[in-house]
Nanobody, 120 residues
Framework: QVELAESGGGLGQSGGSLRLSCTAS????????MGWYRQVPGKQRELVAT?????TTNYVDSVKGRFTISRDKYSIDLRMNNLKPEDTAVYYC????????????????WGQGTQVTVSS
């Protein structure tokens, strides 16, 4: 089992920067991919960025060139630059965990979410 503790976020200005951090605790060795997702009311949660143990990153097109995800073992940061009002959402930290028994499936753990609000 894994617990995720998020920090950062808050209120930012259009064109400004914010940073989100997330630290995992628990059965860390079985964590594979980690990442950030976001959700606005009435819409599905969407992937923002992910990073593998090896450092391979993936971003949604809308944040490419503006957001950077980094990882140090089982902690991840999301540096958000050139913020836009459409980045306003609740951001959730995610850890994908390999269940250590057959059939060795993957399951997701989520943080509680942190609000990011970008004013125009």
């Amino acid at each position: 089992q894994v617990e995720l503790a998020e920090s950062g976020g808050g209120l930012g200005q259009s064109g400004g920067s914010l940073r989100l951090s997330c630290t995992a605790s628990g059965d860390l060795v079985f964590i594979t991919l980690m990442g950030w997702y976001r959700q606005v009311p009435g819409k599905q949660r969407e992937l923002v960025a992910t990073i593998s143990k090896e450092g391979t990153t993936n971003y949604v097109d809308s944040v490419k060139g503006r957001f950077t995800i980094s990882r140090d073992k089982y902690s991840i940061d999301l540096r958000m630059n050139n913020l836009k009002p459409e980045d306003t959402a609740v951001y959730y930290c995610n850890a994908r965990w390999l269940i250590p028994q057959p059939p060795f499936q993957l399951t997701d753990f989520w943080g509680q979410g942190t609000q990011v609000t970008v004013s125009s």
